[in-house]
T-cell receptor
């Protein structure tokens, strides 16, 4: 059974810092990995999708990397802003026909002005 | 249109009520999902519809009844719920169960409170 772990569970940083969120998974036979952002009481917003054949994806100040063989992904946020405060969820999809997403428990990020 | 639209955004219902949650997407996605999320927990999968057929039911109690009238719509019918069913209910879609290249798109959720 696929297990996804996110470290740290919570992170508080001052505005402007670069930061790294970590995600690890136990089964490396994945289709893809997706990073989401969730604001309190809201739905999930997809940030980045990395296919199993890719090493990284970038969108603005966000960069996600994937090392499938070691079962790890990182989300790098450059020059953090208070508006980045949210919970960040990592989810993987296994490499099988009717697989669905397996989520980590998330990292709650607070960026203070 | 790259959105999943959920209605209503908030719902308060009594334990004897019957209500429905609605989800709609116009991206041509052929797989649709219902998730339940409790506070400070990740989403938990409830149901999966693939090409309008129920393909996964994660042992959800029968007081939750999903329906997929067509490829764009997904409903969740609620009856005789318990207070512990209070949660954020999320709908999501993806191009298809066999299509791995694209990710999931989630709606903004329905905040359900059972009193």
């Amino acid at each position: 059974k696929q297990e996804v772990t996110q470290i740290p569970a919570a992170l508080s940083v001052p505005e402007g810092e670069n930061l790294v969120l970590n995600c690890s998974f136990t089964d490396s036979a994945i289709y893809n990995l997706q990073w989401f952002r969730q604001d309190p009481g809201k739905g999930l917003t997809s940030l980045l999708l990395i296919q199993s054949s890719q090493r990284e994806q970038t969108s603005g100040r966000l960069n996600a990397s994937l090392d499938k063989s070691s079962g790890r992904s990182t989300l790098y946020i450059a020059a953090s802003q208070p508006g980045d405060s949210a919970t960040y969820l990592c989810a993987v999809r296994l490499n099988s026909g009717y697989s669905t997403l397996t989520f980590g428990k998330g990292t709650m990020l607070l960026v203070s002005p | 249109d790259t959105e999943v639209t959920q209605t209503p955004k908030h719902l308060v219902m009594g334990m004897t009520n019957k209500k429905s949650l609605k989800c709609e997407q116009h991206m041509g996605h052929r797989a649709m999902y219902w998730y339940k999320q409790k506070a400070k927990k990740p989403p938990e999968l409830m149901f999966v519809y693939s090409y309008e057929k129920l393909s996964i039911n994660e042992s959800v109690p029968s007081r939750f009844s999903p329906e997929c009238p067509n490829s764009s719509l997904l409903n969740l019918h609620l009856h005789a719920l318990q207070p512990e069913d209070s949660a954020l209910y999320l709908c999501a879609s993806s191009p298809g169960q066999g299509s791995s290249h694209y990710g999931y798109t989630f709606g903004s959720g329905t905040r359900l409170t059972v009193v």
